[in-house]
């Protein structure tokens, strides 16, 4: 069964950071794409940070630039999201979702095939 499971989400003063992590079971994420989304109340899914199964190429949503850094460990066959001053505007369920191929438009959520379940980022002081 394919399966991608988030964690390291949690409840952060502003300013702070967190590492979300990406783990996949039952296939590799070697050659997979992997996004990071995310969603907060009342909004539509975002793009957040995609990271290339081919070339390892990286992208970044404005919002986010400078900010987080994505990569991904195949050895533990997990992708990180590694968040720096964050901001209440950060704020939402992230989701980490993988497509066999890099995504025409990396911020294309139907461009994905698998998705996790998300977790929660609350940055608040």
């Known amino acids: 069964q394919l399966q991608l499971v988030e964690s390291g989400g949690g409840l952060v003063q502003p300013g702070g950071s967190l590492r979300l992590s990406c783990a996949a079971s039952g296939f590799t994420l070697d050659y997979y794409a992997i996004g990071w989304f995310r969603q907060a109340p009342g909004k539509e899914r975002e793009g957040v940070s995609c990271?290339?199964?081919?070339?390892?190429?990286?992208y970044y949503a404005d919002s986010v630039k400078g900010r987080v850094t994505i990569s991904r460990d195949n050895a533990k066959n997990t992708v990180y999201l590694q968040m720096n001053s964050l901001k209440p505007e950060d704020t939402a369920v992230y989701y980490c979702?993988?497509?066999?191929?890099?995504?025409?438009?990396?911020?294309?959520?139907?461009?994905?095939?698998?998705w996790g379940q998300g977790t929660q980022v609350t940055v608040s002081s």
């Open positions: 979702a993988a497509d066999d191929r890099d995504p025409n438009i990396w911020y294309r959520t139907d461009d994905y095939d698998y």
């Open positions: 990271i290339s199964g081919t070339d390892g190429s990286t």
